[in-house]
């Protein structure tokens, strides 16, 4: 069936740090790719999305390429900030873009340092 | 902005009971979803409601579970009878359609089942 890892955490970093968050997946279609994230005490909220290969997704400085040949779709920031602080979740669907039906990996916690 | 606003944010309750968790979409969504996250596991999909009925549900949706839209705004989960493995964070989220539109999800609540 379809899945997503994502390197496990938690993962802690000092401000203006370069940040990776790796993730790939395994899926029977062709997925949409997504990163969520949660800040403490919210929801999920859609940081950035890609739905073919070698779109750039990218969001308050965060981006994501979709890698097809590699399956992967990892996450960086090239100078990350203490409100960076949160859970990141990777998440694909399959099916043309739809969104309703999302295969999370398990979330890396972040932790940036002042 | 509007947002899923979910209630309560944490529900003790003990195994074999009934426990109905509530969830107010955003307003001018059509497309309504659980899912849940349990404690150290991947967030997991549930299941998607539109138009009244129930349009997917995922293995985990047993008969123990249903979902209603019980007037205009608010959208439950019920659980008939609860299990200690029910204990998980149970998201609540909304979407303006299926195919473009992001998930916005709610803070969830988190069930405890003693």
């Known amino acids: 069936g379809d899945s997503v890892t994502q390197m496990e955490g938690p993962v802690t970093l000092s401000e203006e740090a370069f940040l990776t968050i790796n993730c790939t997946y395994t899926a029977t279609g062709y997925p949409s790719l997504f990163w969520y994230v949660q800040y403490p005490g919210e929801g999920l909220q859609l940081l950035l999305k890609?739905?073919?290969?070698?779109d750039k997704g990218s969001n308050k400085g965060f981006e994501a390429t979709y890698r097809k040949e590699t399956t992967s779709f990892h996450l960086e920031k090239g100078s990350v900030q203490v409100s960076d602080s949160a859970v990141y979740f990777c998440a694909l669907s399959i099916g043309g873009g739809s969104n309703y039906k999302l295969t999370f990996g398990k979330g890396t916690l972040l932790t940036v340092n002042p | 902005e509007p947002e899923v606003t979910q209630t309560p944010s944490h529900q003790v309750t003990q195994m074999g009971q009934e426990v109905i968790l509530r969830c107010v979409p955003i307003?001018?969504?059509?497309?309504f979803y659980w899912y849940r996250q349990i404690l150290g596991q991947k967030v997991e999909f549930l299941v998607s409601?539109?138009?009244?009925?129930?349009?997917?549900k995922s293995e985990i949706f047993d008969d123990q579970f249903s979902v209603e839209r019980p007037d205009g705004s608010n959208f439950t989960l019920k659980i008939r009878s609860t299990k200690l493995e029910d204990s998980a964070m149970y998201f609540c989220?909304?979407?303006?359609?299926?195919?473009?539109?992001?998930?916005?999800f709610g803070n969830g609540t988190r069930l405890t089942v003693t």
């Open positions: 890609a739905t073919k290969a070698d």
């Open positions: 409601f539109y138009n009244n009925e129930i349009s997917e």
């Open positions: 989220a909304s979407s303006r359609d299926r195919f473009n539109s992001p998930l916005h």
């Open positions: 307003s001018n969504h059509l497309y």
